[in-house]
Protein backbone atom coordinates (compact mmCIF):
# COMPACT_ATOMS: atom_id res chain seq x y z
CA UNK A 1 0.00 0.00 0.00
CA UNK A 2 2.25 2.70 -0.75
CA UNK A 3 1.63 6.07 0.18
CA UNK A 4 3.91 8.94 0.89
CA UNK A 5 6.33 9.11 3.55
CA UNK A 6 4.72 10.72 6.98
CA UNK A 7 4.97 14.21 8.77
CA UNK A 8 8.08 13.26 10.56
CA UNK A 9 6.29 14.85 13.77
CA UNK A 10 3.52 12.74 13.15
CA UNK A 11 1.84 10.99 16.91
CA UNK A 12 1.14 7.50 16.09
CA UNK A 13 -0.41 5.12 18.41
CA UNK A 14 -0.64 1.31 17.70
CA UNK A 15 -2.62 -0.31 20.06
CA UNK A 16 -6.16 0.52 21.64
CA UNK A 17 -8.92 -1.23 22.48
CA UNK A 18 -13.29 -0.46 21.85
CA UNK A 19 -16.11 -1.57 23.34
CA UNK A 20 -15.66 -4.22 20.74
CA UNK A 21 -13.93 -5.48 22.88
CA UNK A 22 -12.58 -4.90 26.41
CA UNK A 23 -12.22 -1.44 26.33
CA UNK A 24 -14.63 1.26 27.66
CA UNK A 25 -15.64 3.51 24.91
CA UNK A 26 -17.46 3.12 21.45
CA UNK A 27 -15.14 2.95 18.39
CA UNK A 28 -16.73 6.46 17.64
CA UNK A 29 -15.66 8.04 20.84
CA UNK A 30 -12.43 6.45 20.98
CA UNK A 31 -11.00 8.00 17.45
CA UNK A 32 -12.77 11.40 19.14
CA UNK A 33 -10.46 10.91 22.32
CA UNK A 34 -7.32 9.80 20.15
CA UNK A 35 -7.94 13.12 18.17
CA UNK A 36 -8.30 15.14 21.65
CA UNK A 37 -4.67 13.46 22.52
CA UNK A 38 -3.26 14.90 19.66
CA UNK A 39 -2.29 11.74 17.50
CA UNK A 40 -2.51 11.93 13.74
CA UNK A 41 -2.58 8.02 14.13
CA UNK A 42 -4.49 5.49 15.80
CA UNK A 43 -5.02 1.51 15.42
CA UNK A 44 -8.06 0.03 16.17
CA UNK A 45 -6.94 -3.52 17.92
CA UNK A 46 -9.60 -5.19 19.46
CA UNK A 47 -9.22 -8.81 21.20
CA UNK A 48 -9.79 -11.17 18.09
CA UNK A 49 -12.47 -9.24 16.36
CA UNK A 50 -12.91 -6.11 13.49
CA UNK A 51 -16.69 -5.43 14.37
CA UNK A 52 -15.42 -1.98 15.20
CA UNK A 53 -13.56 -0.69 11.64
CA UNK A 54 -16.72 0.30 10.19
CA UNK A 55 -17.41 3.14 12.87
CA UNK A 56 -14.13 3.77 13.34
CA UNK A 57 -13.96 4.36 9.67
CA UNK A 58 -16.42 7.01 9.91
CA UNK A 59 -14.95 8.58 13.15
CA UNK A 60 -11.48 8.89 12.14
CA UNK A 61 -12.61 11.31 8.52
CA UNK A 62 -15.14 13.50 11.14
CA UNK A 63 -11.93 14.03 13.35
CA UNK A 64 -9.27 13.75 10.83
CA UNK A 65 -7.34 10.65 12.53
CA UNK A 66 -5.86 8.30 10.54
CA UNK A 67 -7.00 4.88 11.95
CA UNK A 68 -4.96 1.93 11.00
CA UNK A 69 -7.53 -1.53 10.79
CA UNK A 70 -5.80 -4.11 13.66
CA UNK A 71 -7.19 -7.27 15.62
CA UNK A 72 -4.95 -8.53 18.16
CA UNK A 73 -5.32 -11.83 18.12
CA UNK A 74 -5.18 -14.49 21.44
CA UNK A 75 -2.99 -16.73 20.88
CA UNK A 76 -1.47 -19.76 22.94
CA UNK A 77 1.77 -21.69 22.86
CA UNK A 78 1.68 -24.80 25.30
CA UNK A 79 -0.62 -22.97 27.63
CA UNK A 80 1.37 -19.66 27.38
CA UNK A 81 -1.00 -16.52 26.42
CA UNK A 82 0.61 -14.96 23.37
CA UNK A 83 -1.08 -11.68 21.94
CA UNK A 84 -0.28 -10.86 18.30
CA UNK A 85 -0.98 -7.73 16.77
CA UNK A 86 -2.48 -8.05 12.69
CA UNK A 87 -2.58 -4.82 10.89
CA UNK A 88 -4.24 -4.10 7.65
CA UNK A 89 -5.52 -7.82 7.29
CA UNK A 90 -8.30 -8.49 4.79
CA UNK A 91 -11.09 -9.45 7.39
CA UNK A 92 -13.09 -11.58 4.59
CA UNK A 93 -9.75 -14.10 4.51
CA UNK A 94 -11.32 -17.64 4.94
CA UNK A 95 -8.30 -18.89 7.67
CA UNK A 96 -8.40 -16.08 9.67
CA UNK A 97 -12.33 -14.89 9.63
CA UNK A 98 -12.64 -19.04 10.51
CA UNK A 99 -10.13 -18.74 13.62
CA UNK A 100 -11.26 -15.31 15.04
CA UNK A 101 -14.72 -16.78 14.66
CA UNK A 102 -13.61 -19.95 16.45
CA UNK A 103 -11.77 -17.93 19.12
CA UNK A 104 -14.77 -15.72 19.85
CA UNK A 105 -17.37 -18.54 19.99
CA UNK A 106 -14.79 -20.14 22.54
CA UNK A 107 -14.49 -16.92 24.59
CA UNK A 108 -18.52 -16.86 24.91
CA UNK A 109 -18.09 -20.41 26.23
CA UNK A 110 -15.71 -19.78 28.38
CA UNK A 111 -16.88 -16.98 29.95
CA UNK A 112 -20.38 -18.30 30.53
CA UNK A 113 -18.98 -21.36 32.68
CA UNK A 114 -16.77 -18.85 34.69
CA UNK A 115 -20.12 -16.90 35.64
CA UNK A 116 -21.67 -20.18 36.22
CA UNK A 117 -19.08 -21.21 38.63
CA UNK A 118 -19.05 -18.00 40.02
CA UNK A 119 -22.56 -17.62 40.91
CA UNK A 120 -22.79 -21.27 42.29
CA UNK A 121 -20.53 -19.81 45.21
CA UNK A 122 -22.60 -16.79 45.20
CA UNK A 123 -20.78 -14.23 43.51
CA UNK A 124 -23.70 -11.27 42.18
CA UNK A 125 -23.43 -12.22 38.09
CA UNK A 126 -25.25 -13.76 35.85
CA UNK A 127 -24.18 -14.68 31.54
CA UNK A 128 -27.21 -12.41 30.53
CA UNK A 129 -26.23 -9.68 33.20
CA UNK A 130 -22.59 -10.11 30.93
CA UNK A 131 -24.34 -10.19 27.65
CA UNK A 132 -25.87 -7.13 28.20
CA UNK A 133 -23.31 -4.99 29.08
CA UNK A 134 -20.83 -6.14 26.93
CA UNK A 135 -23.37 -6.32 23.71
CA UNK A 136 -24.39 -8.15 20.56
CA UNK A 137 -20.81 -7.12 19.01
CA UNK A 138 -18.16 -7.72 21.16
CA UNK A 139 -15.23 -10.15 21.62
CA UNK A 140 -16.39 -11.35 25.08
CA UNK A 141 -13.78 -11.24 28.03
CA UNK A 142 -13.25 -11.22 32.14
CA UNK A 143 -12.87 -7.95 31.60
CA UNK A 144 -16.93 -8.11 30.93
CA UNK A 145 -17.43 -9.95 34.25
CA UNK A 146 -15.50 -7.89 36.23
CA UNK A 147 -17.78 -4.49 34.95
CA UNK A 148 -20.92 -6.94 36.08
CA UNK A 149 -19.42 -7.55 39.53
CA UNK A 150 -18.22 -3.42 40.06
CA UNK A 151 -21.62 -2.88 39.08
CA UNK A 152 -22.86 -5.13 41.53
CA UNK A 153 -20.71 -3.82 44.33
CA UNK A 154 -18.64 -6.83 44.86
CA UNK A 155 -15.03 -5.22 43.54
CA UNK A 156 -14.31 -1.72 43.12
CA UNK A 157 -12.45 -2.13 40.19
CA UNK A 158 -11.58 -4.33 37.49
CA UNK A 159 -8.14 -4.71 38.87
CA UNK A 160 -9.46 -5.75 42.12
CA UNK A 161 -11.70 -8.31 40.33
CA UNK A 162 -8.30 -9.43 38.74
CA UNK A 163 -5.81 -9.85 41.57
CA UNK A 164 -8.70 -12.30 43.16
CA UNK A 165 -11.37 -14.09 41.26
CA UNK A 166 -10.11 -13.64 37.56
CA UNK A 167 -6.57 -14.40 38.04
CA UNK A 168 -5.14 -17.03 35.53
CA UNK A 169 -4.46 -18.97 38.51
CA UNK A 170 -7.96 -18.66 40.10
CA UNK A 171 -10.29 -21.78 40.56
CA UNK A 172 -12.91 -19.35 38.65
CA UNK A 173 -10.30 -19.02 35.40
CA UNK A 174 -11.27 -20.95 32.61
CA UNK A 175 -9.01 -20.94 29.26
CA UNK A 176 -10.96 -20.40 25.79
CA UNK A 177 -9.56 -21.61 22.53
CA UNK A 178 -6.71 -19.58 20.64
CA UNK A 179 -4.40 -20.99 17.78
CA UNK A 180 -0.66 -21.14 18.17
CA UNK A 181 1.50 -17.93 17.40
CA UNK A 182 3.93 -18.77 14.22
CA UNK A 183 0.37 -20.12 12.56
CA UNK A 184 -1.26 -17.05 13.81
CA UNK A 185 1.72 -15.10 12.31
CA UNK A 186 1.47 -16.76 9.22
CA UNK A 187 -2.77 -16.26 8.96
CA UNK A 188 -1.85 -12.62 9.28
CA UNK A 189 0.30 -12.65 6.51
CA UNK A 190 -1.54 -15.34 4.36
CA UNK A 191 -4.54 -12.42 5.13
CA UNK A 192 -2.40 -9.36 3.34
CA UNK A 193 -1.34 -7.89 6.76
CA UNK A 194 1.56 -7.04 9.21
CA UNK A 195 2.27 -9.33 12.20
CA UNK A 196 3.78 -7.77 15.44
CA UNK A 197 3.89 -9.44 18.58
CA UNK A 198 2.26 -7.16 21.38
CA UNK A 199 3.97 -6.55 25.10
CA UNK A 200 6.58 -9.91 24.33
CA UNK A 201 8.09 -9.47 27.82
CA UNK A 202 5.32 -8.31 29.80
CA UNK A 203 6.09 -10.75 32.76
CA UNK A 204 3.34 -9.28 35.18
CA UNK A 205 0.88 -10.88 32.74
CA UNK A 206 2.45 -14.37 33.11
CA UNK A 207 4.45 -16.73 31.37
CA UNK A 208 6.33 -15.53 28.51
CA UNK A 209 7.34 -17.83 25.81
CA UNK A 210 11.11 -17.85 25.21
CA UNK A 211 12.76 -15.75 22.81
CA UNK A 212 13.25 -18.88 20.24
CA UNK A 213 9.40 -19.10 19.86
CA UNK A 214 10.46 -15.19 18.85
CA UNK A 215 12.36 -16.49 16.33
CA UNK A 216 10.28 -18.63 14.49
CA UNK A 217 7.86 -15.94 14.07
CA UNK A 218 9.96 -13.74 12.88
CA UNK A 219 11.22 -16.52 10.12
CA UNK A 220 6.80 -16.64 10.09
CA UNK A 221 6.77 -12.64 8.96
CA UNK A 222 6.49 -11.47 11.80
CA UNK A 223 7.57 -7.39 11.10
CA UNK A 224 7.88 -6.17 14.62
CA UNK A 225 8.08 -6.09 18.26
CA UNK A 226 5.65 -3.65 20.47
CA UNK A 227 9.01 -2.58 22.91
CA UNK A 228 7.22 0.19 24.55
CA UNK A 229 4.47 -0.38 26.46
CA UNK A 230 3.69 0.36 29.94
CA UNK A 231 4.18 -3.40 31.14
CA UNK A 232 7.36 -3.09 29.81
CA UNK A 233 10.28 -1.98 32.55
CA UNK A 234 13.85 -0.48 30.97
CA UNK A 235 15.59 -3.65 30.87
CA UNK A 236 12.84 -5.29 29.14
CA UNK A 237 12.72 -2.75 26.80
CA UNK A 238 16.76 -2.67 26.24
CA UNK A 239 16.22 -6.70 26.12
CA UNK A 240 13.24 -5.94 23.23
CA UNK A 241 15.68 -3.37 21.27
CA UNK A 242 18.55 -6.07 20.92
CA UNK A 243 16.23 -8.90 20.52
CA UNK A 244 14.69 -7.29 17.81
CA UNK A 245 17.91 -6.12 16.02
CA UNK A 246 19.28 -10.04 16.25
CA UNK A 247 16.15 -10.98 14.22
CA UNK A 248 16.07 -8.10 12.17
CA UNK A 249 12.38 -6.68 13.31
CA UNK A 250 11.15 -3.45 13.89
CA UNK A 251 9.83 -1.75 17.15
CA UNK A 252 6.44 -0.29 17.88
CA UNK A 253 5.23 1.78 20.66
CA UNK A 254 1.44 1.95 22.21
CA UNK A 255 -0.81 3.00 25.03
CA UNK A 256 -2.76 -0.45 24.94
CA UNK A 257 -5.59 2.05 25.82
CA UNK A 258 -8.81 0.52 27.49
CA UNK A 259 -10.35 3.64 28.20
CA UNK A 260 -11.84 3.67 31.77
CA UNK A 261 -11.14 -0.40 31.81
CA UNK A 262 -7.22 0.40 32.89
CA UNK A 263 -5.17 3.51 33.39
CA UNK A 264 -3.27 2.69 30.18
CA UNK A 265 -3.88 6.80 28.41
CA UNK A 266 -3.30 7.53 24.57
CA UNK A 267 -0.29 7.89 23.30
CA UNK A 268 1.42 7.28 26.53
CA UNK A 269 3.71 5.09 24.25
CA UNK A 270 4.50 6.13 20.30
CA UNK A 271 6.02 4.54 17.11
CA UNK A 272 8.39 6.04 14.94
CA UNK A 273 6.68 7.42 11.01
CA UNK A 274 9.10 5.24 9.43
CA UNK A 275 8.07 1.95 11.31
CA UNK A 276 4.28 3.41 10.07
CA UNK A 277 5.18 3.76 6.77
CA UNK A 278 7.76 -0.12 6.93
CA UNK A 279 4.18 -1.42 8.41
CA UNK A 280 1.87 0.36 5.32
CA UNK A 281 4.32 -0.66 2.84
CA UNK A 282 3.95 -4.42 3.92
CA UNK A 283 0.35 -4.58 4.49
CA UNK A 284 -2.07 -4.79 1.60
CA UNK A 285 -4.98 -6.58 3.07
CA UNK A 286 -7.69 -3.48 3.84
CA UNK A 287 -7.08 0.07 3.09
CA UNK A 288 -5.96 2.57 6.28
CA UNK A 289 -9.67 3.50 7.76
CA UNK A 290 -10.90 7.62 8.49
CA UNK A 291 -8.24 8.58 5.41
CA UNK A 292 -10.10 10.40 3.05
CA UNK A 293 -6.45 10.79 0.48
P1 LIG B 1 -9.28 -12.54 28.69
O1 LIG B 1 -8.75 -12.17 27.32
O2 LIG B 1 -10.75 -12.67 28.69
O3 LIG B 1 -8.60 -13.72 29.27
O4 LIG B 1 -8.98 -11.31 29.66
C1 LIG B 1 -7.73 -10.68 29.61
C2 LIG B 1 -7.93 -9.19 29.37
O5 LIG B 1 -8.23 -8.60 30.59
C3 LIG B 1 -6.69 -8.51 28.83
O6 LIG B 1 -6.90 -8.17 27.48
C4 LIG B 1 -6.56 -7.25 29.62
O7 LIG B 1 -6.84 -6.12 28.83
C5 LIG B 1 -7.59 -7.34 30.70
N1 LIG B 1 -6.97 -7.25 32.03
C6 LIG B 1 -6.07 -8.09 32.55
N2 LIG B 1 -5.73 -7.71 33.82
C7 LIG B 1 -6.45 -6.58 34.07
C8 LIG B 1 -6.54 -5.71 35.19
N3 LIG B 1 -5.84 -5.93 36.31
N4 LIG B 1 -7.37 -4.65 35.11
C9 LIG B 1 -8.09 -4.44 34.00
N5 LIG B 1 -8.05 -5.23 32.90
C10 LIG B 1 -7.24 -6.30 32.93
FE1 LIG C 1 -7.66 -6.25 26.90
FE1 LIG D 1 -2.66 -7.76 24.81
ZN1 LIG E 1 -4.34 -5.05 23.94
Redesign the pocket.
Known amino acids: MPRPPLDPDARIDLHT?SDRS?GTESPAVLVREAAAAGLDVVALTD?DGVSGWAEADRAGRRHKVVVVPGVEI?CSWHGVSVHLLGYLVDPGHPGLTEELGRTRES?RTRLRRMVELLAAEGFPVSYPEVLALAGDEASL???HI?DVLVGNGRYAS??EA??DVLASGSPFHVGHYAPGPVHATELVRAAGGVAVMAHPFAAARGTLVPDAVIGEMARAGLLGLEVEHRDHDPEQRAHGRELARRLGLLTTGSSDY?GA??PNRLGENLTGPEVLDAILGAGSGHPLLGDSG
Open positions: HDHSRGRPARDFAHGK
